[in-house]
């Protein structure tokens, strides 16, 4: 039985180019990803307080979603536009929350000046 052009099945074919990955990596995210949690609850166990629990706990947040990000979301291997597409925004969101925080503290301090402290 010989295969000529016209039978081949073109969802077989994309089937058999896509790349595999090897479950080892996906393993070792995992496992980084498990350290990582266990980084944050040890936050809430040794029970830091103040600006050095919230700066932990959000560094190990954006630790982790990097993680899903790039290897479960498969951005690692995605084209660049693609990755631009999903990763500029929330950067650029980022960049306009501390914008935010700036001019909140300028509109309190001209508030805190200007009306006698009454805030």
Do not use: C
Request: hydrophobic residues 55%; negative net charge; proline residues 3%.
């Amino acid at each position: 039985m010989s295969h000529d052009a016209s039978s081949v099945n073109p969802v077989e074919t994309a089937h058999d180019n896509e790349e595999h990955h090897p479950i080892s990596l996906y393993l070792k995210v995992w496992g980084y990803l498990f350290i990582l949690s266990a980084l944050s609850y040890a936050v809430d166990y040794f029970e830091a307080q103040g600006i050095l629990r919230w700066l932990l706990i959000i560094i190990f947040m954006m630790l982790k979603a990097g993680l899903i990000v790039t290897f479960f979301m498969h951005m690692a291997w995605e084209r660049l536009s693609l990755a631009y597409a999903i990763l500029v925004p929330p950067l650029i969101l980022l960049v306009l929350v501390r914008i935010m925080i700036y001019e909140s503290d300028y509109i309190f301090w001209t508030r805190a000046i200007f009306l006698g402290g009454e805030g």
